[in-house]
T-cell receptor, first 112, second 113 residues
Framework: GESVGLHLPTLSVQEGDNSIINCAYS??????FIWYKQESGKGPQFIID?????DKRQGQRVTVLLNKTVKHLSLQIAATQPGDSAVYFC???????????FGTGTRLTIIP | KAGVTQTPRYLIKTRGQQVTLSCSPI?????VSWYQQTPGQGLQFLFE???????NKGNFPGRFSGRQFSNSRSEMNVSTLELGDSALYLC????????????FGPGTRLLVL
């Protein structure tokens, strides 16, 4: 079903530290997941994706972990920088319909 | 390469009016999707157009409609506006079948008074 954003969790991390953002997805049939970053006044920006046949995928300073057993997705950002401050959304999809369902979002604030 | 552009960026309307928002996709992207973003409901999928045909639809009332032109540009229309339609409306374009290529525009912020 559609995601309902009742509350936006927040996470504050010291610059240079690693951060982990978590997401619980709703549909066990989802087979593709994306993390997006949204900065103030901008549209969401693709960060990294993962298919359901994978447990982990790494990008530049980012790693996504997928645990299908508990329907959990996480985004790890290494060595955080001030530019990482944004709202981060996970999104899930089934390849059958290509319709993205977004999670609530987490606001990440990097403390200088 | 130019990004996704949306016009207008800001709009104020009153209840009962209708509104048309426009989206120009990235060159070569033929799939255009629309999303509504509100503080209460988050980001919700409205519909997707590809080759001038609606391919997917979210759970929104019939007051929300859209269309796509032969040059892949898309418009969405909301009729009989309600206060709850106040939101940021985002358009995203991509190569269909490749969601990793999806890019969002900056959005149109609609305020209904």
């Amino acid at each position: 079903g559609e995601s309902v954003g009742l509350h936006l969790p927040t996470l504050s991390v010291q610059e240079g530290d690693n951060s982990i953002i978590n997401c619980a997805y709703s549909n066990s049939a989802s087979d593709y997941f994306i993390w997006y970053k949204q900065e103030s006044g901008k549209g969401p920006q693709f960060i990294i994706d993962i298919r359901s046949n994978m447990d982990k995928r790494q990008g530049q300073r980012v790693t996504v972990l997928l645990n299908k057993t508990v329907k959990h997705l996480s985004l790890q950002i290494a060595a955080t920088q001030p530019g990482d401050s944004a709202v981060y959304f996970c999104a899930e999809m089934n390849f059958g319909n290509e319709k993205l369902t977004f999670g609530t979002g987490t606001r990440l604030t990097i403390i200088p | 390469k130019a990004g996704v552009t949306q016009t207008p960026r800001y709009l104020i309307k009153t209840r009962g009016q209708q509104v048309t928002l426009s989206c120009s996709p990235i060159s070569g992207h033929r799939s255009v999707s629309w999303y509504q973003q509100t503080p209460g409901q988050g980001l919700q999928f409205l519909f997707e157009y590809f080759s001038e045909t609606q391919r997917n639809k979210g759970n929104f009332p019939g007051r929300f409609s859209g269309r796509q032109f032969s040059n892949s540009r898309s418009e969405m229309n909301v009729s009989t506006l309600e206060l709850g339609d106040s939101a940021l409306y985002l358009c995203a374009s991509r190569v269909r079948g490749a969601l990793e290529t999806q890019y969002f525009g900056p959005g149109t912020r609609l305020l209904v008074l």
